[in-house]
């Protein structure tokens, strides 16, 4: 297992963007962690979050040109790693959206680098996988190639079937999704905590109940 997965885990935990108690989530259930990468809200947060993502895409292998950053999440992860790649020694261009296209200036509905080669998407977190798959769409449109997804964290959590939005992604556009931590590797990290091991029962029966496989 790659060191960094649980140093991320330390700083959602340190930045309190990952907390435990219990909170409702879009589907419903009572989940006894919660994790909102916008708590991540000043520039040295920000730096060392990307670096994260830098760490994990390189771990990864994938092949890949450029980055885009759907909008609007996306758009800080994508220029933050990327100027956290250009530190590790691999610069490429980035790329990210607009919400609206713009009618005047340069126009379109893009910023940053032209749209070519393969293309890998940063983004928060997956839940719907609508970012997802408008990224893609948008991508494929300009002629370039999605070649993976970057996330911060795989909650492992089956969706209204018995996969989870990171698995329905896997399996409806065949690209990999990359993700710094998931919630396994929570799981690890709070067994070694003694002022956090009271949260490992609940986070372990809502897996137990809610999980997915890999």
Excluded: W
């Excluded at 992860?77 to 261009?93: K, M, Q, Y």
Aim: aromatic fraction near 10%.
């Amino acid at each position: 297992m790659h060191a960094f997965r649980q140093g991320f885990i330390r700083f959602a935990v340190a930045q309190k963007v990952l907390r435990f108690g219990e909170f409702q989530t879009k589907a419903g259930r009572l989940s006894p962690y919660f994790f909102n990468s916008g708590l991540f809200q000043d520039g040295a947060a920000l730096r060392e979050l990307c670096q994260f993502y830098a760490q994990a895409i390189l771990a990864s292998n994938v092949e890949f040109d450029m980055l885009f950053g759907p909008a609007y999440k996306g758009i800080p992860l994508v220029a933050g790693t990327s100027i956290a790649l250009a530190e590790a020694g691999r610069n490429v261009p980035y790329c990210f959206n607009r919400k609206e296209a713009k009618d005047h200036g340069e126009g379109g509905n893009t910023v940053g680098a032209k749209l070519q080669g393969r293309v890998l998407i940063i983004d928060d977190v997956i839940s719907a996988g609508t970012s997802v798959r408008e990224s893609i769409e948008l991508i494929r449109a300009a002629g370039a190639v999605p070649c993976g997804v970057v996330i911060a964290l795989d909650r492992m959590e089956r969706g209204l079937g018995d996969l989870s939005a990171v698995q329905e992604v896997r399996r409806d556009y065949g690209l990999p999704v990359i993700s710094i931590a998931s919630l396994d590797d929570l799981l690890g990290y709070l067994q070694g905590q003694a002022e956090l091991v009271q949260n490992l029962h609940a986070v372990q029966s809502y897996r137990d109940c809610y999980g997915v496989k890999e």
